[in-house]
């Protein structure tokens, strides 16, 4: 075994093209350090849904240039097998370590495959790069970006030429090209041949931006904004100035790009402490509400002034605020969400006539509605302009949200006096997520397998009315693994994160609310009910 995995390591280091990642692997194997060497040739990485994700450092289980160059291959040998035998392939990149060298990589090898090659012109969101494929008219799109993931990550998200992420077969399909890739010798990398393009695709997403707003609509909230060290911040000036809306007070600590993310634990809004230097700048400036990106601005979170404390509004809030505002605005089409999303959104569509759909988790489906006008999913995503960005889009989401708390703003109202609105015409919806994150994989299939084996009957005292297994399917969804639980006035599903070590569980409680004077009772009930489901799903999964 330990032969044969120094052997295999070595047979690696002569073909690794990166003198970083060669050095590395090198020590190692002088070293004959098994216990590192293992892990990192324990399999490949696997291409799937999401692209690849994973941690950067030499071997196949790593995010490196070995198998970004291998990935690009199998995807140039899918475009072709489809007909696209000279298509034009886009690729971004964020400010991640090694993200440029991946994106020069992703060129050449679609160069070296006689497709045509385009390349942005720096690290800019990910939302630019969906806009570019569809303005372009590429065949596809690759964006390299680990999102929100540790500092140590880097990921490979691809796009067809609708400028929506691969699903099913398309992910299998490139899979098996990629595994079909024998030897890195095969695969002809030119030092040159694609375009660098300028900025006229970014001046071309800008202007768009602009569409997302109501013609003559208030542009007077102040805002505080972290970039939480990602791409964001350039393209959110150049939109919020494009708008009219005052400049944002910038948080300075995070505000420019730096693969090290030295201020958070993790660069994710969600994460506890991400937003503190956001909260303790709105604190300094009073602003209207506080906005943040992720690193690679696909998402947007946004909080609020709530008893002279600042708070995070949770994704499914901000989800209804902007499905309200639209309506409100008189949008047509069909609002749709992922199932771990709150019902609320359900409610709204339904009372103002318009078509609503649930898809699975992730960005991927959601696009792909048929006639989408908004879209949303609990993490932080909103697709807010789906002909623009069939993806989610924290620049677009952050004016539209800026924009109706201007509108609320000029009656003398606040983005929580919208919510209570809402609760008070739809039931008071309050979501919460229990989110375990594991060192050992098999963790997150025990407790799956301990569900499947040994479903609750009841949580918090309500009983369970239907448990679905959804490695079935459903009659509107196609099979994933999941466990989806209907209670009396409660929702729960559990699933494995596809991004990350992660076992998630989403409630959902609805408590009826006759009048705004009846909210404090509504929202106390509905605390005390989330965190006995909390406990009780604890206990049944084992976790």
């Known amino acids: 075994m330990h032969d044969d995995l120094i052997t295999r390591a070595k047979a690696w280091l002569e073909e690794d093209p990166d003198p970083e990642t060669r050095a590395e692997l090198a020590k190692l194997i002088d070293a004959a350090d098994v216990t590192e060497l293992a892990p990192r040739f324990s399999g490949t990485l696997q291409f799937g849904t999401a692209g690849l994700r994973g941690e950067l450092g030499a071997g196949p289980m790593r995010m490196n240039r070995t198998v970004v160059i291998r990935a690009a ?16 392939v886009v690729i971004g990149y964020d400010a991640r370590h090694k993200s440029e060298d991946f994106a020069r990589d992703t060129a050449a090898v679609m160069t070296g495959a006689g497709l045509r090659a385009a390349v942005l012109p720096r690290p800019l969101p990910t939302p630019v790069l969906a806009y570019a494929i569809r303005h372009l008219g590429a065949a596809a799109g690759v964006e390299v970006t680990a999102s929100h993931n540790p500092p140590r990550d880097n990921g490979y998200k691809v796009y067809l030429g609708d400028g929506s992420q691969i699903v099913p077969p398309a992910d299998a399909d490139i899979a098996a090209e990629i595994d079909a890739v024998r030897s890195l010798n095969d695969v002809p990398r030119p030092d040159s ?15 768009r931006t602009d569409e997302v707003l109501a013609a003559g609509s208030p542009r007077t909230a102040r805002t505080v904004y972290t970039a939480m060290h990602g791409v964001g911040k350039d393209v959110l000036l150049a939109a919020f100035e494009r708008a009219g809306f005052p400049a944002p007070a910038l948080v300075a600590e995070q505000a420019d790009p730096d693969p090290d993310f030295p201020t958070v634990a993790f660069p994710n809004p969600e994460e506890p402490g991400a937003m503190d230097l956001a909260f303790a700048k709105a604190r300094e400036t009073d602003p209207d509400l506080v906005i943040a990106n992720d690193p690679d601005a696909d998402r947007c979170a946004v909080a609020v002034k709530e008893n002279d404390e600042w708070r995070m509004l949770r994704g499914d809030e901000v989800g209804a605020l902007l499905a309200a505002h639209l309506v409100n605005r008189g949008a047509r089409g069909t609002f749709a969400e992922s199932i771990v999303s709150s019902s609320l959104l359900g409610r709204i569509a339904e009372k103002a006539g318009l078509p609503y759909e ?61 919510l209570d609105d809402l609760a008070v015409e739809h039931g008071l919806h309050a979501t919460d997520q229990l989110s375990v994150r594991v060192e050992d994989l098999s963790v997150i299939a025990d407790a799956m397998r301990r569900l499947r084996e040994q479903p609750p009957t009841e949580l918090a005292g309500l009983a369970i009315t239907r448990a679905e297994d959804l490695t079935r399917g459903t009659e509107t969804l196609p099979p994933t693994d999941g466990l989806r639980y209907a209670l009396e006035g409660a929702r729960v599903i559990v699933r494995p994160s596809g991004t990350e070590p992660k076992l998630k569980c989403y409630l959902e409680v609805v408590v009826p609310v006759a009048t705004h004077a009846g909210l404090p009772a509504a929202r106390a009930e509905a605390a005390d009910l989330l965190a006995t489901i909390k406990r009780d799903l604890s206990t049944a999964a084992g976790i």
Do not use: M, N
């Open 358 to 418: 649930e898809t699975l988790t992730g960005f991927k489906w959601i696009a792909r509605v048929d006639g989408l006008r908004y879209g949303y999913e609990e993490a932080l995503g909103y697709c807010v302009d789906p002909e623009g960005v069939r993806d989610k889009d924290g620049i677009t989401a952050a004016l539209l949200i800026t924009e109706l708390a201007s509108a609320l703003k000029e009656e003398g109202r606040t983005l929580l006096d919208l």
């Open 193 to 207: 041949g694609w375009e660098t393009l300028d900025d006229s695709v970014l001046d071309a997403y800008l202007a």
């Open 73 to 88: 291959a199998g995807l140039a040998a899918y475009l072709k097998s489809q007909g696209h035998t000279d298509g034009l």
